[in-house]
């Protein structure tokens, strides 16, 4: 029985709720299939806050991979797969006015860290009707970005992030759920055949 490990992210600026928390709510409501046990955590806005709770989840709990699921507020219905996390040019300030020392997410650490997960590959096989998906190699330097570079750094690139669109009539929590769980469920096939 594997462990894989979601989170979405809480509220800020305007969004009082956070698509990709919803989202990932949805998820586990649905879940993996039976040999999936799956975990669910909710981050807040921050930099360092949101660091120490992915060490943990790492360090403590070990799973076998990490999904971290984000709000992209310029994406109108837009899902975007990230293929990987950048280590410097945080500049902007999280939801308490800070941002990271040095700008970057860990001192010496590599520039960049790419997923194991082939987003391309994923992007090609998978489809969700109602919603474009499209892949991208910036996620953006801020609190996503920052999230997805620990975990890749911690779980030797077992992670993945996904940007979903805010809430909306078209896009509800529902609808975002279920598009997360065909998405998911293909990541973990390619991670599986990876392993055999």
Same mark, same amino acid.
């Given at each position: 029985?594997?462990?894989?490990?979601?989170?979405?992210?809480?509220?800020?600026?305007?969004?009082?709720?956070?698509?990709?928390?919803?989202?990932?709510?949805?998820?586990?409501k649905?879940?993996?299939?039976?040999?999936?046990?799956?975990?669910i955590?909710q981050?807040?806005v921050? /930099?360092?806050?949101?660091?120490?709770?992915?060490?943990?989840?790492?360090? #403590?709990?070990?799973?076998?991979? =990490?999904v971290h699921?984000?709000? @992209?507020?310029?994406? =109108?219905?837009?899902?975007?797969?990230?293929?990987?996390?950048?280590?410097?040019?945080?500049?902007?300030?999280?939801?308490?006015?800070f941002?990271?020392?040095?700008?970057?997410?860990?001192?010496?650490?590599?520039e960049?860290?790419?997923?194991?997960?082939?987003?391309? #590959?994923?992007w090609k096989?998978?489809s969700?009707e109602?919603?474009?998906i499209?892949?991208?190699?910036?996620?953006g330097? /801020?609190?996503c970005?920052?999230?997805?570079?620990?975990?890749?750094y911690?779980?030797?690139?077992?992670? @993945?992030?996904?940007?979903?669109?805010?809430?909306?009539?078209?896009?509800?929590?529902?609808?975002?759920?279920?598009?997360?769980?065909t998405i998911?469920?293909?990541?973990?096939?390619?991670?599986?055949?990876?392993?055999?």
């Amino acid at each position: 029985n594997h462990l894989s490990f979601f989170s979405g992210f809480g509220p800020f600026r305007q969004y009082r709720f956070n698509s990709s928390w919803e989202a990932v709510k949805e998820l586990s409501k649905r879940g993996l299939g039976e040999n999936i046990n799956l975990q669910i955590m909710q981050l807040p806005v921050v /930099y360092q806050k949101a660091k120490e709770q992915v060490c943990k989840i790492w360090t #403590t709990l070990q799973p076998l991979f =990490t999904v971290h699921v984000g709000l @992209a507020s310029s994406a =109108t219905a837009l899902i975007i797969l990230e293929q990987c996390g950048k280590n410097k040019g945080y500049q902007e300030r999280d939801a308490c006015g800070f941002h990271p020392e040095g700008a970057c997410c860990v001192l010496d650490g590599p520039e960049k860290i790419e997923s194991t997960i082939n987003m391309k #590959t994923l992007w090609k096989n998978i489809s969700v009707e109602g919603i474009d998906i499209i892949l991208s190699r910036d996620a953006g330097r /801020y609190i996503c970005d920052y999230t997805y570079y620990t975990s890749l750094y911690y779980g030797n690139g077992r992670a @993945a992030f996904i940007h979903v669109p805010p809430l909306s009539e078209s896009v509800t929590a529902e609808f975002l759920g279920k598009a997360l769980q065909t998405i998911i469920l293909a990541m973990l096939e390619q991670a599986g055949e990876q392993r055999e």
